[in-house]
């Protein structure tokens, strides 16, 4: 797949040597009041209680907002209440997490909802600007539901591997989340009424945050499946339609929560760095030429399908095919003495569903949704 990469405006903060509260450490999430055209950014802070800091339209921490925090991660402002997700224990451990509700003109607590009584790890959270919030819980593999006026909650979808990213998407009314993993994961769709969600793209390796920008499209932030390679991961931009992905940041250190701020500048929690990175601005960054993929007919289909690598302009691919839940079930390389053309493989072995086609090319690689019925 081509990526065009656009090199970010880089605003450093320098990585904590002694603790404070006026500093970032290990920022997890940011939103912007657009009516106060002020930031807000959760801090995870590790071993010291977690706190929110203010930043102003220069990209300048102006002050810390709320203390007293644990490990607080994803934000969403509804009206003039910030609500932020405060995990009580890591990953893993067995304490609660609560959703938090803050009045931003007062400081004050007005929401102290208990999550659940141990075992979940809360990420991020999104609202349909219709009385609702929609939240993560990558621990227990589901989506709560929450009524603000209620104050209750519902699992919205469950049984789903490691969902982290959401965001509303208020143009088809669903709301849209990562099922991630670091083989292949996903972006999928539902209703706001609930259903049955649709996988909408995949993207090779784990994906964190997802947002989706005013004029439809989206972004979404990446984390490497291989440690040592923390430091250079990349933010990506997806169309509306899911068409193609197109990098529009390499240079990231475990990004996370982003938001679209002051003039549609794209700001990224580097949770690895202590910093937040802002890009010039999010409108009008060039499409990268689409993917040059998997082309597969027919798709949808019932048995044997049709590939055509003339494009790609190699003489042999690894194929793989992954479920949804990320398992792989199907494996094989081709390999020719020329260039590979129009080749034919049977799917008739396949259970009906949802697949993704994986090409791995000495240069790449790029991924096709496979509908079997």
Known sequence: ??????????????????????????????????????????NWANDYPGYILKLNNNDEIIGNFYSSLDLP???????????????????????????????INTGQLVVDVELGSGGIYVDLLTTDNKGHLYITDSENHKIYK????????????IDIDRPIGICYNYIDDLVMFTISSSSISYIASIPVEGGDYQIEAS????????????????????????????????VFKLPHDFGWENEVSG???????????????????????HEILFNDTVTGIDWATPSSGLEVFPNPT????????????????????????????????????????????????????????????NNGQVHEKIIVY
């Not at 997700?85 to 609560?98: E, H, M, T, V």
């Not at 929450?146 to 979808?157: G, H, K, M, R, W």
């Not at 020329?338 to 072995?349: C, K, M, R, V």
């Open 146 to 157: 929450y009524n603000i006026e209620l104050q209750t909650f519902i699992d919205f979808v």
């Open 302 to 361: 019932s048995g044997t399908i049709q590939i055509d690598f003339s494009r790609n302009n190699v003489r042999e691919v690894d194929l793989s095919v992954f479920d949804i839940s990320g398992k792989e079930v199907y494996k094989m390389k081709i390999k020719k003495d020329g260039l590979l053309g129009d080749e034919y493989l049977d799917f008739g072995f396949l259970e009906p569903g949802t697949y993704f086609l994986t090409g791995q090319f």
């Open 251 to 273: 240079f990231n250190n475990r990004p996370f929560g982003m938001c679209v701020g002051y003039s549609d500048q794209l700001a990224v929690c580097n949770w690895g760095s």
């Open 203 to 234: 993207h090779d390796g784990w994906l964190e945050g997802l947002i989706m920008a005013s004029d439809g499209d989206y972004f979404a932030s990446s984390w490497s499946s291989n440690g040592p390679t923390w430091g250079n991961e990349p």
């Open 73 to 103: 991660s994803g934000l969403c402002l509804v009206g003039d209440t910030l609500y932020v997700l405060n995990n009580k224990d890591l990953y893993g451990g067995n304490l609660p997490s609560y959703l938090l509700g803050i009045d």
């Open 1 to 42: 797949m081509k990526y065009l990469k656009h090199l970010f405006i880089i605003v450093l903060f320098v990585p904590l040597m002694n603790y404070s509260q006026d500093t970032l450490s290990y920022p997890t999430d940011i939103v912007y009041d657009e009516q106060n055209q002020e930031y807000y950014v959760s």
